[in-house]
Antibody, heavy 118, light 106 residues
């Protein structure tokens, strides 16, 4: 069974950093690109960042470029999102999602909650 | 950036009723994806490549469209279909989502 489990969320003060992890199981992690998608409370879905299977291609939303870093460790089946200089508008539930054939996001984690507040 | 405009924003349907949700793109896209998100749950892939049904999705769901106009149809509404539905494109970066359509059961 394909599983994606996020961790590392929490309450953090503005300007501080936080690192999210997404542990993958049930599939060959190194064969798939991965995305981070976030959802602010009561709002819609927003793409955050993408990374290809071998980390050759990395893309960021303008809203997080220069502050967030997506990375992966294929040996550990884990995707990461390093978030720095956090702002209140970064408060959201952060999902990792597998990018399947044809660029479809065919598996999603349960989400990690990030709250940025003083 | 390609902006996706969904309509309606909110709608309600009776069991057995047909429901259509529209997604208009600000520029032409080659494929559209549709996700279903039930309250308190993660999004779930429904439709990929505009009209292909994801694994395990009931065949009362269908997708169609081309260019800048796409739609998701539920042929016969069921209570379990109450959810928020999002369209999504990745024909060009950045990947973008529509703002969502909340579907309620009457």
């Amino acid at each position: 069974e394909v599983q994606l489990v996020e961790s590392g969320g929490g309450l953090v003060q503005p300007g501080r950093s936080l690192k999210l992890s997404c542990l993958a199981s049930g599939f060959t992690f190194s064969n798939y690109g991965m995305n981070w998608i976030r959802q602010a409370p009561g709002k819609g879905l927003e793409w955050v960042a993408s990374i290809s299977s071998s980390s050759s291609y990395i893309y960021y939303a303008d809203t997080v470029k220069g502050r967030f870093t997506i990375s992966r460790d294929n040996a550990k089946n884990t995707l990461y999102l390093q978030m720095t200089s956090l702002r209140s508008e970064d408060t959201a539930l952060y999902y990792c999602a597998r990018v399947g054939y044809g660029l479809r996001m065919d598996a999603w984690g349960q989400g990690a909650s990030v709250t940025v507040s003083s | 950036e390609i902006v996706l405009t969904q309509s309606p924003t909110t709608t309600a349907a009776s069991p057995g009723e047909k429901v259509t949700i529209t997604c208009l793109a600000s520029s032409s896209v080659s494929n559209m994806y549709w996700y279903q998100q039930k309250s308190g749950a993660s999004p779930k892939l429904l439709i990929y490549s505009t009209s292909s049904l994801a694994s395990g999705v009931p065949d009362r769901f269908s997708g169609s469209g081309s260019g800048t106009s796409y739609s998701l149809t539920i042929n016969t509404m069921e209570a379990e279909d109450a959810a928020t539905y999002y369209c999504q494109q990745w024909s060009s970066n950045p990947l973008t989502f529509g703002s969502g359509t909340k579907l309620e059961i009457k």
